[in-house]
């Protein structure tokens, strides 16, 4: 690309955000209860293989199924899942934004902005709540409120339809490949901004990458 990524948030007429990842560092503690978990039974969870499903849900790629057929064992998933929810809130309590998030999304100022994410509203909006960002989107979407979630364009064209932009005018924020096909099936440009577990992902298809939301990073130019 000819401009910078601030640039093009710049010239968007609406910015929208994945969430898990990009927000809020939900994946690396979500990753870790695995990882832990295959570990307890005498298996290894590398991070390329778990990224299958980041973005997405476990109809793309399930560590539950992955797990059952390395070890031949059948798991009671509820208990299990329980677990690691108390492990993931307790690793998040006092979590903060990601780099570069807040100052991004506070000098937005009139232009339309949403949060699009694969994870339920329960999850998305008590985290922005609790982060006191919800009052700086104009909406959000999650799972159930389009019919298909990433890497399915729908939640994306939703957040389009509910801001009244249209989807060429939106500029996205991902951390994910099923993010980042999302966006661009839904006819969006991409910057693609990894974190500590997503950096194993190839973006060179993403139209801007960068390491981090700071404005010193959005602003880089090689």
Same mark, same amino acid.
Request: hydrophobic share 40%; proline share 5%; glycine share 4%.
């Given at each position: 690309?000819?401009?910078?990524?601030?640039?093009?948030?710049?010239?968007?007429? *609406?910015?929208?955000?994945?969430?898990?990842?990009?927000?809020?560092?939900?994946?690396?503690?979500? !990753?870790?209860?695995?990882?832990?978990?295959?570990?307890?039974?005498?298996?290894?969870?590398?991070?390329?293989?778990? =990224?299958?499903?980041?973005?997405?849900?476990?109809?793309?790629?399930?560590?539950?199924? !992955?797990?059952?057929?390395?070890?031949?064992?059948?798991?009671?998933?509820?208990?299990?899942? *329980?677990?690691?929810? =108390?492990?993931?809130?307790? %690793?998040?309590?006092?979590?903060?934004?990601?780099?570069? @998030?807040?100052?991004?999304?506070?000098?937005?100022?009139?232009?339309?902005? %949403?949060?699009?994410?694969?994870?339920?509203?329960?999850? @998305?909006?008590?985290?922005?709540?609790?982060?006191?960002?919800?009052? !700086?989107?104009?909406?959000?979407?999650? $799972?159930?409120?389009?019919? $298909?979630?990433?890497? *399915?364009?729908?939640?994306?064209?939703? %957040?389009? $339809?509910?801001?009244?932009?249209?989807?060429?005018?939106?500029? =996205?924020?991902?951390?994910?490949?099923?993010?980042?096909?999302?966006?661009?099936?839904?006819?969006?440009?991409?910057? %693609?901004?990894?974190?500590?577990?997503?950096?194993?992902?190839?973006?060179?298809?993403?139209?801007?990458? =960068?390491?981090?939301?700071?404005?010193?990073?959005?602003?880089?130019?090689?």
């Amino acid at each position: 690309m000819n401009i910078t990524a601030q640039e093009a948030i710049d010239n968007a007429k *609406a910015l929208l955000f994945d969430f898990d990842g990009v927000i809020l560092d939900t994946e690396w503690p979500i !990753y870790m209860t695995w990882k832990n978990l295959f570990k307890r039974e005498g298996f290894e969870l590398a991070p390329e293989v778990y =990224v299958q499903c980041i973005g997405s849900d476990f109809d793309t790629w399930s560590p539950e199924k !992955y797990l059952e057929e390395l070890s031949g064992k059948t798991f009671d998933w509820k208990t299990e899942n *329980a677990t690691r929810q =108390v492990e993931i809130v307790q %690793a998040l309590e006092k979590t903060e934004a990601m780099p570069g @998030v807040n100052e991004l999304i506070k000098s937005l100022n009139n232009k339309k902005s %949403a949060v699009v994410s694969s994870s339920s509203h329960n999850w @998305v909006d008590s985290w922005l709540k609790k982060l006191n960002l919800t009052p !700086y989107f104009n909406t959000v979407v999650c $799972r159930g409120d389009a019919p $298909r979630i990433k890497p *399915a364009p729908d939640l994306y064209l939703e %957040a389009a $339809r509910q801001l009244e932009v249209a989807p060429c005018d939106c500029l =996205v924020i991902e951390d994910s490949m099923n993010g980042m096909l999302s966006a661009h099936e839904a006819g969006m440009k991409v910057i %693609a901004a990894p974190n500590k577990l997503t950096s194993v992902l190839d973006f060179s298809n993403a139209d801007w990458q =960068v390491t981090s939301l700071k404005t010193s990073d959005l602003s880089y130019t090689k």
